[in-house]
């Protein structure tokens, strides 16, 4: 069943098909409770993409194996889109990076997720993070080190003997290059965080404003109609009357003398006594 799959082993091309077979297999020796899927398991006449979909529901990992020859070939790019968009926060998404791949020849989006190498080192930290995301408890790294050690030659040895690469990797991006890919990453961040300040900016003021009208409710007879117009207007009406009304509801369990305070700091000018004073 789909649903009992928690690893995503994405491939694209001969070599990259061989290497994600290889480590599928090698996965479920390591980590028992380790399920991996790859697109190679769809039926044939089913649709591909409901697969894809319905696959991903349940996975807490995704590994990407990237080679010279598929670095930009659409189908990695779509699966790696569907990984970045599906996956809740608490997944993780990593590229293994065969054939002498090194990460700055890895180009966005691929080089946005966590890459690792396909040698001891490199393998065993991305052994470690499965480890720890994956549903069912985490094997004891004492125990996790023992398997690795007693697995990894074997991973070794099916990667070496993969057929060589097509064509070689890319060359490393000069440093103008890098320096370019930086500064669109950054032109790309900051409208997510002016969006940020802004929803921030907003839930500040209608937490201002509601406090002032929680408080002035208790203490003046007026209507609350008027100032829920102004606060509307000027804010964003779904925050605005979700805080309004909890803070107007909260206000009935506050003392008087606390409500009173709060008044005194966000309204100008004298405030009327308390009808309980």
Known sequence: MADAYNVFISWSGERSRLAAEVLKEWL?????????WMS????KGSRSFEEIA??????KVGILCLTPENLTLEWLHYEAGALSKTLD??????TYL???LDSTTVKPPLSWFQWTKANKADTRKLIGTINKHLDAGPLPESKLDTTFEKWWPDLEHKLKALPPPSMAPPPRPSTDEMVAELLELTRGI??????VAEDTNRNRNARFFADAVAAARRTTPFELSPIEQIVSNSLSARATKTTLNQRIADADNEPDTTI???????LPGKLPRSSKG
Do not use: H, W
Request: aromatic share 0%; hydrophobic share 40%; net charge positive.
């Open 260 to 266: 009173r305070a709060k008044v005194a700091k966000s």
């Open 28 to 36: 479920s020796n390591v980590l028992q409770n380790a399920r991996p």
């Open 54 to 59: 319905r696959a991903l529901e349940g996975m």
């Open 40 to 43: 190679t398991e769809i039926e």
């Open 89 to 94: 926060a608490k997944t993780r998404v990593c």
């Open 98 to 100: 065969l054939a002498d």
């Open 190 to 195: 900051v409208p997510a965080i002016r969006e």
